[in-house]
């Protein structure tokens, strides 16, 4: 089915032919229209045209009324202060648009064929490393913008841009190579606490010996060059690593309800091939120079303390690569043989300058450019509840996997405390527990700017009450249950009806959907998707207060418009929750 035009463009467009029949002058015309608390809508694009044209607003105003042709989209206009236009919707016209959005699988949203591809930088987690809380942010935002890019018709490459070289290697592989039953678990292969367990033991192990035993550190260093040079039993000792470390890391993408898959995860070694021919094409064009031994970037802009220009290093002066080569060959890779359109890269706020200096380079090298954009989305760290980075009590960065688990648990608790009101079973109170625990961390991170700090509190995280994904899923649960009690009433839109000012306001954020869906696709910034969700749970709360569906029972008509509004207000919030990775459980 084709993209519904929502109440708002319909209105756009016809404010706009009126305002360039007014003035003719003035060309295409934007009548600067938004949503109002004193009518439907307001525009305010006459003062600007106004002033340009050095005519009076309100004289303007009323012209533009008249070149307003009767329509069955707008009920009423009013001229208002200096000339702004207070515009009311027929009610007809939003059940209308309402029902031509319920008819559509997509609920109108409408599906950019041939958008591009977008390759999304996200989840980038370290081999033989622990996962901890910094990489939460990452993972859920990226996720969250990767459904919703290909909801609205983006082809997308997932990229989970994993650490998995470096020189830390040449001491695992080393340790390993001499105790080569440090890895062996009594887990299965699907076990991932085993795992890390092994690989943090093994980790351990190999540090203490490194700091204490010179010949053992100079043993690794020259494991690291058999690395890098493909030593075959060398790269094999590191396959067990990166392998061990995947069983981890989707044991723990799986508690956070995410799918990643192994073509997916391209890690720093997945680049390797390129490095030299990068920094080879940098050099012979310019854009990097040598500098003390190194290969190196500058730009006017990034000056040190002391007022000298500070380079990106592409490669060291002892030959080693830095992640700025690592960086620079994955852009050309995922331009030229992906053929991305737009590169998004969720990483660190703390990266900007990194990033900033990196896209810098892929432009003057010609790989970005009109065509081929790069963008960071860049998030901000996640705080304890007293404000400051979120630590364990022993000052230690607090593992992922347990976070998780408390805020299960937590969650847990809150619905098993409802589940005799509503009869769920033991079965459905645990699968609820981990829906509304993870639905709750996630919902806690994505409703906050992501450039924002945020502190993590599982208290308020998992409240029914406030802006939580709990309140959303209790909302989404409340809905399906009244159509249990609908008896043989069914949903079905009735445009003839006069609408209560709840069933008004309900339908106009209804309507409203797809328009919010753009513009978060288009300005990466999930945290308003979030923000709309809540204010439909909430004017669906008045709604539901103000309007009764079942009891008392309506007229059958008003009573099968109500459901109507019922079942396209689930509908938009269960579509919502699940393109930002939440999930809403039918009984709760």
Known sequence: MASVTSLTASVHQRLADALSAALPEAGAADPLLRRSDRADFQANGILALAKKAKANPRELAATVLDALPANDVIKDVEVSGPG?????????????????RAADDRLGVPFQRDAGTTVIDYAQPNVAKEMHVGHLRSAVIGAAMVEILEFTGEKVVRRHHIGDWGTQFGMLIQYLLEHPHELDHEGGKEDGEAAMSSLNRLYKASRALFDSDEEFKARSRDRVVALQAGDAETIALWQRFVDESKIYFYSVFNKLDMQIEDPD??????????????????????????????LCVFFDDVLGPDGNKVPLIVKKSNGGYGYAATDLSAIRDRVQNLKASTLLYVVDARQS???????????????????????????????????????TREGETVRLVDLLDEAIDRATSVVREKAEKVGLTDEEIVEN????????????????????????????????????????????ARIRSIF????????????????????????????QFGETLGEVASSYEPHKLAAYLYQLASLYTTFYDQCPVVKPA???????????????????????????GIRTPERL
């Open 84 to 100: 702004f236009l207070n515009i009311t919707i027929a009610d007809k016209a939003i059940i209308e648009t309402l029902a031509a």
């Open 265 to 294: 995860v391209v890690g720093e070694s997945g680049y390797n091939d390129m490095l030299e021919e990068t920094c080879r094409i940098l050099e012979e064009s310019g854009v990097a120079v040598r500098s003390e031994g190194a």
């Open 353 to 391: 300058l990194h990033f900033k200096m990196v896209f810098e380079t892929a432009r003057r090298a010609g790989w970005l450019n009109e065509d081929v954009k790069a963008h960071q989305l860049a998030f901000g760290t996640v705080l304890g509840k007293d404000g400051k980075p979120f630590k």
């Open 433 to 476: 527990g981990e829906y509304v625990g993870i639905g709750a961390v996630k919902y806690a991170d994505l409703s906050t700017s992501a450039v924002r700090d945020y502190k993590f509190d599982l208290d308020q995280m998992v409240s029914l009450n406030g802006d939580t994904s709990v309140y959303l899923q209790y909302a989404y």
């Open 484 to 511: 249990g009690k609908a008896g043989d009433r069914r949903p079905l839109a009735h445009p003839e009806l006069e609408l209560a000012p709840a069933e008004r306001a309900l339908g106009l954020h209804l309507d």
């Open 554 to 580: 309506p007229a059958p008509e008003v009573a099968e418009n109500r459901l109507f509004l019922c079942d396209l207000t689930a509908r938009t919030l269960h579509q919502g929750m699940a393109l930002l």
